[in-house]
């Protein structure tokens, strides 16, 4: 069974570390019973930017695994006052919480946290920045593993917004580690030359007919601001999964997103739940994902 102090980075997990928890997540959607120390344990959940996805499906982890959540709503707590993230976790983990879960927009905030000395409650990054977001990772590479078995030669097309994506990061590092053979696309100014190592850029329509797997992003545009220069359908029309570029994937090829989705514009909107898609699916997983998560950070403790 796989045992960590924290769950911040697929960068920091070993090969056999990543294996172990999809092999675990697998047992848990069969109805495996969770393996936790038996006392009280307590979670909360600080998310600083907004989400549905991830902030519920780790509740509902959470539930399943028996824990018990101390909710934390950073408009009601001393953040509002000018507290540091440090100093509220540092208080959480005073007064007993064992884990917190986080999402919070500067790249990297969880290094000051797991090296503290004064910090003993475990770390699990919900998404930090445009940096990483690890358990998003693990919950599409489940996706993968339970489509085509392994990874080893597969080829994955990850469009879209890569430049602001922690989805894009963490995937790719990933699937190039696992065998998997990555390219990129949508607009090049969007790319940043860090992706390099990991893959090539090509237009969407030359990765039609070769990919295994076509990974679309969500447009950003928070993070964007008032520099997105596409409207809706330009965007769509050159960059995204339109419903003629569908037909010419090949047969056994599925679709991906993170979501939310912006329909019509990273991928039709009668693409969401087609035949090929394995968007809900990715949201399904997702529950089961993070219960091998946070079942092997309480196994660390």
């Not at 990273?266 to 997983?285: S, Y």
Request: glycine letters at 6%.
């Amino acid at each position: 069974m796989v045992k960590l102090k924290h769950f911040v980075s697929v960068e920091e997990l070993s090969n056999e570390e990543i294996l172990g928890l999809l092999s675990r997540a697998g047992e848990f959607i069969n109805g495996a019973k969770p393996n936790i120390p038996d006392k009280q344990i307590f979670v909360s959940n600080l998310f600083f930017e907004n989400s549905t996805r991830t902030h519920q499906s780790f509740m509902v982890a959470q539930r399943k695994l028996g824990l018990d959540m101390l909710p934390f709503d950073t408009s009601h707590s001393s953040v509002t006052k000018g507290e540091t993230l440090y100093d509220t976790v540092l208080t959480l983990d005073a007064i007993g919480v064992n884990v917190c879960v986080i999402r919070h927009p500067e790249d990297r905030y969880y290094e000051s946290l797991i090296h503290a000395d004064t910090i003993n409650c475990a770390i699990v990054n919900g998404g930090d920045g445009s940096g990483q977001h690890p358990s998003q990772c693990l919950l599409d590479l489940l996706t993968i593993q339970q489509e085509f078995g392994s990874f080893e030669g597969l080829k994955v097309a990850i469009v879209g917004d890569i430049s602001h994506s922690r989805v894009a990061r963490s995937n790719a590092q990933m699937l190039k580690r696992l065998g998997a053979q990555v390219f990129f696309s949508g607009p090049k100014e969007w790319f940043d030359d860090s992706f390099s190592e990991y893959g090539e850029h090509k237009t969407i329509d030359e990765l039609l007919d070769i990919v295994d797997v076509m990974m679309l992003l969500r447009v950003q545009h928070e993070r964007h601001g008032e520099d997105t220069t596409f409207s809706k359908e330009e965007y769509h029309n050159q960059y995204g999964l339109t419903v003629e570029r569908a037909g010419k994937l090949k047969a056994n090829a599925i679709i991906m997103h993170p979501a939310p989705v912006n329909r019509d514009v990273e991928l039709a909107d009668q693409l969401v739940e087609a035949p090929q898609a394995r968007i809900v699916k990715q949201m399904t997983n997702g529950v089961y994902a993070r219960m091998a998560i946070l079942e092997a950070v309480l196994q660390g403790e």
